[in-house]
């Protein structure tokens, strides 16, 4: 049971690249969600998914976008990348469990932008 | 304002000692789910524990418990008999609503550092 992958690991890209952070959970799972993780910031909401074809912005969503065509995944886009996006970024999935809502996370990509 | 506040950056404590994280909210809905992830050095997040806005008991699990002081807006995590493996940054996090909107919020996190 893999749980949620991220694809890739590690990333560097130079100012203005673009590219897709893949995140896929195999809980069949109705919510997804993009963090990004900073020193000193804990983690913070980038976009996030409460279904299949909808998406909506959390706290942080300037210079990203986001796809869910399949329940199962989740896609990050970077269309410019800046060094400001240089962060560790997670994924997470989470469903009706319970009485909560508990997030299964990813293990992350290391994204440097120089 | 911030939604999550952790207002301790680095803790101590001895091994086998009990320890209080301290972790206050901020939030005017009166359904919302308050969490805990234990993040070690290798950088995944594992999740700790939970806390509804309508639970009457504050939840265990295991050598954790959530302190829930709804009045204050406080959720603070006790860990008891400490272990040297309980070493990383905790995050304390909330969940708005009844989960039609479904937005996490973190703190800062706190760095706890058991002692042997």
């Known amino acids: 049971n893999a749980g949620v992958t991220q694809t890739p690991k590690f990333r560097v890209l130079k100012t203005g690249q673009s590219m897709t952070l893949l995140c896929a959970q195999d809980m069949n799972h109705e919510y997804m969600y993009w963090y990004r993780q900073d020193p000193g910031m804990g983690l913070r909401l980038i976009h996030y998914s409460v279904g299949e074809g909808t998406t909506a912005k959390g706290e942080v969503p300037d210079g990203y976008n986001v796809s869910r065509l399949k329940k199962q995944n989740f896609l990050l886009g970077l269309e410019s990348a800046a060094p400001s996006q240089t962060s560790v970024y997670f994924c997470?999935?989470?469903?009706?469990?319970?009485?909560?809502?508990?997030?299964?996370f990813g293990p992350g990509t290391r994204l440097t932008v120089t | 304002a911030q939604k999550i506040t952790q207002t301790q950056p680095g803790m101590f404590v001895q091994e086998k000692e009990a320890v209080t994280l301290d972790c206050t909210y901020d939030t005017s809905d009166p359904s919302y789910g308050l969490f805990w992830y234990k993040q070690p050095s290798s950088g995944e997040m594992i999740f700790l524990i939970y806390q509804g806005s309508y639970d009457q008991q504050n939840a265990t699990e295991g050598r954790y418990s959530l302190n829930f002081q709804k009045a204050r807006k406080s959720a603070n995590l006790v860990i008891s008999a400490s272990q040297l493996g309980d070493s990383a940054m905790y995050f304390c996090?909330?969940?708005?609503?009844?989960?039609?909107?479904?937005?996490?919020?973190f703190g800062t996190g706190t760095s706890l550092t058991v002692i042997p």
């Open positions: 996090a909330m969940r708005e609503g009844d989960g039609t909107g479904n937005q996490f919020y």
């Open positions: 997470a999935s989470s469903s009706w469990r319970g009485v909560s809502y508990e997030q299964y």
